[in-house]
Nanobody
């Protein structure tokens, strides 16, 4: 079983940065695709960025080179470095892991393991 726990969210001003972390425990996630999603109340969960087992990242178009996804295999931690945040980035951010490599990496329905989320609030 894989347990995920996000941290690093908070309240910032527009233009600032945050580093989100997701600590994995239980089974190793070395062979899992991992990703960040976000969701606002009343809206569907959307993919932000995903990283495969070789460390290659894939990003949603709205990221526009502002975010970087990475993973530390030794620590079993997933990161999302965010920059130039805007009010439109205000959401709850979720970490997810998938134990199948044949997935649509930014599709939330293809992930079976989720963290409880961390809130990011960006003020104008």
């Amino acid at each position: 079983q894989v347990l995920l726990a996000e941290s690093g969210g908070g309240s910032v001003q527009a233009g600032e940065s945050l580093r989100l972390s997701c600590a994995a425990s239980g089974d190793s996630v070395d062979n899992y695709i991992m990703a960040w999603f976000r969701q606002a109340p009343g809206k569907e969960r959307e993919g932000v960025a995903a990283i495969d087992t070789d460390g290659r990242g894939k990003y949603a178009p709205f990221v526009k080179d502002r975010f970087i996804i990475s993973r530390d295999y030794a620590k079993n931690v997933l990161y999302l470095e965010t920059s130039r945040l805007g009010p439109e980035d205000t959401d709850t951010y979720y970490c997810a892991a998938a134990d199948s490599l044949a997935i649509r990496v930014l599709n939330p329905g293809d992930y079976g393991h989720w963290g409880p989320g961390t809130q990011v609030t960006v003020s104008a």
